[in-house]
């Protein structure tokens, strides 16, 4: 296929496509590296955090024979480490005793509505479908979730469950033990650099950088990229998404993006690669969250003059957008102590520490915390009057965090079929690689349902990892 084939085809594609993909296709094919050191094994992962373990964990047991796990960082876990562990699933037979009715069309609607359509409908489905069993897989692991379902920032309805261990640690325990016992080989400190063609057009394997220098991994079955986001790569934010370049960013440093960029450059096609989530947050140089909104129900969001200016359970896109809006003035994240006592340790440690760094205010009365805040007293104390739900800002002492926007997570990536196979810019499927979670681009759209990262990892690392053990073992 010639470059002007291409370009046609990406021009011809769904209005998701991103629109410089073309921009990234080989005429030529991938490089055959010829020259470096080959090791070879069935099926190749590029990324140790959820949607990588997930996926070599289900290789491995589904007989792919030799699974190998490469992370460029000196720990496996990625964003998914830092995560706050929420997890969205559909089981009505853990929501209905608490009273929530709930389904895959619904779930599927929701996040639909909230990605604008900029996903895939297909791909959706899948994840609303899969959320449920994969939740149950990770629990037959050894994963504990707490039993009630709750509505966390963004997520619009009460089906994420809360892990029992803090944030992301339970997953990535859980993962590794299972990918040890399943015999997989996990390498830290290998950095994927770019992908090697098999002269025909085909992936035939990876180059690998480790501090013992290059060589090419090549997968007989196939490769499965599970790389993450590109949330801490300045220059792809810069590229993709200026008007936010500046802000925090809240990745670890091992979300550059890279193989995204490769996978392009593989004949990939990328999509929603604008789509960038900003969440409010603490301001730069607080390495901590100082965050009121983690039950959106139950706290308000004001602007400098004391008004709401937002619904506090819209999308998070919307609310970003919000704040954006207000441009250099200040929006506030209000919350009462009984909203306060019900966040977990680690959300609850971090607002004290916010207030004894000056960050983070508390008062015994709504009037002496606009007052200290600089909220015009009498527009806020008729805010919290007209407050559709006024039991939200009622038992003292009241508390208040300015809202700072952060770079949370990048939504666009490769984009992936129903099945998690790669999909090139002809609309035509790239053999042998799979992909899953923050590096695919077809799940969220322009915004992503709180609660909805982890569980596109695991659910399309399972089902990337089952179809490369199940794809043929070529001979080289
Ligand atoms: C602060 C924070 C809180 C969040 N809270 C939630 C939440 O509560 N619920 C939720 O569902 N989602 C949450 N998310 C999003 C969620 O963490 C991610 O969507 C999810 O963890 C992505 O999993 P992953 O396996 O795709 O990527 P990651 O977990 O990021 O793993 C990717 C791995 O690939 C490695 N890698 C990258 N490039 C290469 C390369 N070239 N070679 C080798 N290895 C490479 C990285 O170092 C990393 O370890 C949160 C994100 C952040 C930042």
Request: hydrophobic share 45%; with cysteine; glycine share 12%.
């Given at each position: 296929m010639n470059r002007r084939t291409l370009l046609a085809a990406a021009l011809a594609a769904p209005s998701f496509v991103f629109d410089s993909a073309e921009a990234f296709a080989h005429e030529e094919g991938l490089p055959l590296e010829e020259d470096l050191p080959v090791e070879t094994v069935d099926v190749l992962v590029v990324g140790g955090g959820a949607g990588g373990l997930s996926a070599a964990v289900s290789a491995a047991r589904a007989g792919a024979g030799s699974v190998l796990l490469i992370e460029k960082a000196a720990k496996i876990g990625g964003d998914t480490l830092i995560s706050g562990g929420f997890f969205n699933a559909v089981l009505p037979e853990r929501q209905r005793p608490f009273g929530?009715?709930?389904?895959?069309?619904?779930?599927?609607?929701?996040?639909?509505?909230?990605?604008?359509?900029?996903?895939?409908?297909?791909?959706?489905?899948?994840?609303?479908?899969?959320?449920?069993?994969?939740?149950?897989?990770?629990?037959?692991?050894?994963?504990?979730?707490?039993?009630?379902?709750?509505?966390?920032?963004?997520?619009?309805?009460?089906?994420?469950?809360?892990?029992?261990?803090?944030?992301?640690?339970?997953?990535?325990?859980?993962?590794?033990?299972?990918?040890?016992?399943?015999?997989?080989?996990?390498?830290?400190?290998?950095?994927?650099?770019?992908?090697?063609?098999?002269?025909?057009?085909?992936?035939?394997?990876?180059?690998?950088?480790?501090?013992?220098?290059?060589?090419?991994?090549?997968?007989?079955?196939?490769?499965?990229?599970?790389?993450?986001?590109?949330?801490?790569?300045?220059?792809?934010?810069?590229?993709?998404?200026?008007?936010?370049?500046?802000?925090?960013?809240?990745?670890?440093?091992?979300?550059?993006?890279?193989?995204?960029?490769?996978?392009?450059?593989?004949?990939?096609?990328?999509?929603?690669?604008?789509?960038?989530?900003?969440?409010?947050?603490?301001?730069?140089?607080?390495?901590?969250?100082?965050?009121?909104?983690?039950?959106?129900?139950?706290?308000?969001?004001?602007?400098?003059?004391?008004?709401?200016?937002?619904?506090?359970?819209?999308?998070?896109?919307e609310i970003a957008a919000a704040i954006l809006a207000k441009g250099p003035n200040p929006c506030w994240a209000i919350a009462d102590a009984a909203t306060v006592a019900a966040f977990d340790a680690i959300s609850q440690k971090n607002i004290y520490r916010g207030l004894y760094a000056g960050e983070a205010f508390r008062e015994a009365t709504p009037e002496a915390l606009a007052r200290r805040i600089g909220l015009d007293r009498e527009a806020f104390t008729r805010t919290l009057a007209a407050d559709p739900a006024r039991s939200r800002i009622a038992s003292p002492p009241f508390w208040a965090a300015r809202m700072h926007l952060r770079v949370h997570s990048t939504l666009g990536g490769v984009r992936i079929d129903d099945a998690a196979r790669v999909v090139g810019s002809d609309g035509e499927v790239l053999e042998r690689l799979w992909a899953c979670g923050a590096c695919t681009g077809s799940v969220h759209g322009r915004s992503r349902i709180g609660g909805n990262g982890i569980n596109t990892a695991v659910v399309f690392g399972r089902i990337a990892g089952e179809a490369a053990a199940r794809a043929e073992r070529r001979l080289f």
């Open positions: 929530i009715e709930d389904g895959v069309d619904l779930f599927v609607s929701q996040v639909l509505a909230a990605g604008e359509e900029e996903n895939d409908p297909a791909v959706v489905r899948v994840l609303a479908e899969a959320s449920g069993p994969a939740l149950l897989w990770l629990e037959s692991l050894g994963m504990r979730f707490l039993p009630e379902p709750v509505e966390i920032f963004g997520s619009r309805f009460r089906r994420s469950f809360k892990p029992i261990m803090s944030r992301g640690l339970g997953y990535i325990r859980a993962l590794s033990a299972a990918a040890y016992s399943a015999g997989v080989a996990v390498r830290t400190r290998r950095a994927a650099l770019r992908f090697a063609g098999d002269g025909r057009g085909g992936v035939v394997g990876v180059v690998v950088e480790s501090p013992e220098g290059k060589r090419l991994v090549r997968a007989r079955r196939g490769v499965v990229l599970a790389s993450g986001g590109f949330g801490a790569n300045r220059g792809m934010i810069s590229r993709y998404a200026p008007r936010v370049a500046s802000f925090p960013i809240d990745s670890r440093p091992g979300s550059t993006g890279e193989m995204i960029v490769a996978a392009a450059e593989a004949g990939a096609m990328l999509v929603n690669m604008t789509s960038v989530e900003c969440v409010p947050g603490s301001r730069e140089g607080i390495p901590y969250p100082i965050r009121l909104d983690y039950i959106p129900s139950r706290m308000i969001m004001v602007d400098a003059a004391g008004r709401r200016f937002v619904e506090e359970n819209g999308p998070r896109a």
